[in-house]
Structures are given as C-alpha cells and as structure tokens.
Nanobody, 115 residues
Framework: QVQLVESGGGLVQAGGSLRLSCAASGTRIDFYGVNWYRQAPGKQREFVAVIYSGTSTNYADSVKGRFTISRDNAKNTVYLQMNSLKPEDTAVYYC?????????WGQGTQVTVSL
C-alpha cells in the first residue's frame, strides 16, 4: 500500500521549535519531489517548502530563514525543521510527494503555536 504519514506536530510556545516527519511506505521517496503545505482554519492551503530529488530546496517567503526541509532517503523520510515558530504558523501541515505518475498526500499533522 502506497502511503505517506506525517508526524511530529504538537503544541509549542512562540519562539519554539518542532520537527515534522513525512514517512513513505510502499514506494521510494527519492523518486519524488516532496512538498510541505499547510492549511489554517478558514484559509486556503498554502505552499511551505519543497525538496527535489537531489538536495535542491525552495521555501515560501513567510518561512525563509526559519524552516529547513531535508530528506533521508535511507529512512524513506522527509523532514521539516521549524524554528522560531510564530502564532501565524498554526495550521495542519501536509506532506505531498509528486512525480509524473503519482500525486500522494498524507493525512496531516496539527501544529499549534501559542503566544
């Protein structure tokens, strides 16, 4: 069964850090470009970060300098390290793996940043 599972979300105070994980099963994550998106209540889903098959990355302006996306192909996992968190980072975070054949989504993990 091809599946993506996000984990690592939780409640953190502003200025704190979290590391999210996106673990793939039934396929190799190195065959995909992997994105993180987030969606807050009442808002549209927005792009956060992407890592390509190599190590090339790109970030939304709102998270540049604070978030880092990385991959560990041996563990079939992509990570999102989130530092200096702000209340506006509060959202459900989704992992998305895309290539020419598939467009996979995880179930999401909740991140809540308090004042």
């Amino acid at each position: 069964q091809v599946q993506l599972v996000e984990s690592g979300g939780g409640l953190v105070q502003a200025g704190g850090s979290l590391r999210l994980s996106c673990a793939a099963s039934g396929t190799r994550i190195d065959f995909y470009g992997v994105n993180w998106y987030r969606q807050a209540p009442g808002k549209q889903r927005e792009f956060v970060a992407v890592i390509y098959s190599g190590t090339s990355t790109n970030y939304a302006d709102s998270v540049k300098g604070r978030f880092t996306i990385s991959r560990d192909n041996a563990k079939n996992t992509v990570y999102l390290q989130m530092n200096s968190l702000k209340p506006e980072d509060t959202a459900v975070y989704y992992c998305n793996a895309r290539n020419n054949a598939r467009n996979l989504w995880g179930q999401g993990t909740q991140v809540t940043v308090s004042l």
